[in-house]
């Protein structure tokens, strides 16, 4: 499946929901938050979101700021 | 102590703190020096920026990791936003990664000075207010904005003493003098310290707290300047609820006159 993922298109397999595809790239999903499609998924959503090709998705953290 | 200078604390939205210095969590060498300067500053606030995870890398170091979100109140900003819809957006991934709804708010408008683009924050700060955030505001060190921003809803305002990382200190005395009088939520200088002096002058007007990032992080020794700082905003803190003497143009013996041989 291929989706946009942090401005970049990258291809997925084996990936259905954002569950899969947040543990795929070794996140652990309580230090980040995602947006799909503009949207805020909660994290509670994860197992539940079944992801489509194209999909736009930003997975943010927290970082060092003034 | 009068009772005054006891159980000396300070609420925003809600909340209550007793440290009256935030620091930004910035510019550190590494997120390990970032933490022990946090911990010498004794802040129970620091703020944070939301960016994009490292997806080549994803087991480098994390902010949370060092800092962390169950010792110190997590402020998200919204730096590098210029436009209110920018700062919504960053917010709601903040209010999600974090659970929370007390934010930092900065619109900006150029990359020379940072200075806030006030139209766009107002706007932005209603929109905010609108989805049930609690918003600190960083402001200019304009009255009448500043006004505009508390009647909008804003939780605390925060005026610029000198541009962002600039460590010029309070640039005018008399705006930041007026806003104080006239606001009745929390009045944060923000922005423009450089030094212990700056934010104990700060205090000394009467501000609620100081918020400051470069002065700590840009300092030879950031641990020791964070130490400073905390005492500086104490010192300023207490002198300004003490009450300073008045001020005279002439001498006044402190040794009696009486009783000289």
């Known amino acids: ?66 | 102590m009068s009772e005054s200078g006891k159980n000396d604390t300070w609420t925003v939205a809600g909340r209550t703190f007793t440290s009256r210095l935030i620091v930004g969590t910035g510019k550190y060498k590494d997120y390990a020096q970032n933490a022990a300067a946090a911990e010498a500053a004794g802040a129970e606030i620091v703020t944070v920026a939301l960016r994009r995870v490292n997806l080549s890398d994803p087991s480098q170091p994390m902010l949370v990791d060092y800092v962390k979100p169950d010792r110190f109140t997590f402020l998200p900003n919204t730096a590098g936003c210029y436009t209110g819809e920018e700062a919504v957006r960053t917010l709601r991934l903040a209010r999600e990664a974090g659970g929370w709804d007390l934010v930092k708010l900065e619109v900006l408008s150029n990359t020379a000075h940072l200075l806030p683009d006030m139209e766009e924050t107002l706007r932005a700060l209603k929109l905010l207010i609108s989805e049930g955030f609690q918003v600190m505001v960083y402001c200019s060190d304009d009255p009448v904005y500043a006004q505009k921003l508390e009647d909008a809803g804003a939780a605390a305002i925060m005026p610029a003493a000198a541009p962002i990382g600039s460590g010029r200190g309070i640039q005018n005395f008399l705006n930041l003098g007026l806003i104080l009088e006239q606001a009745k939520v929390p009045v944060l200088v923000d922005a423009g310290v450089g030094t212990a002096s700056d934010a104990v002058l700060a205090m000394e007007m009467g501000c609620d707290a100081v918020l400051m990032n470069t002065a700590i992080a840009e300092a030879r020794d950031p641990i020791l300047m964070a130490s400073a700082m905390k005492h500086a905003v104490i010192s300023g803190r207490q002198a300004w609820l003490a009450g300073r003497m008045a001020k005279r143009n002439y001498a006044a013996p402190s040794s009696p006159l009486a009783g000289l041989i």
Request: aromatic content about 4%; charged content about 25%; overall charge negative.
């Open chain 1, 1 to 66: 499946m291929q989706l946009i993922l942090n401005g970049e298109q990258r291809e997925f397999s084996g990936v259905v929901t954002l569950a899969d595809l947040v543990s795929q790239l070794g996140l652990d999903p309580r230090k980040v938050a995602v947006e799909r499609n503009l949207e805020i998924v909660p994290r509670s959503s994860y197992r539940t979101t079944a992801l489509a090709g194209d999909d736009r998705l930003e997975i943010v953290h927290f970082i060092g700021g003034g």
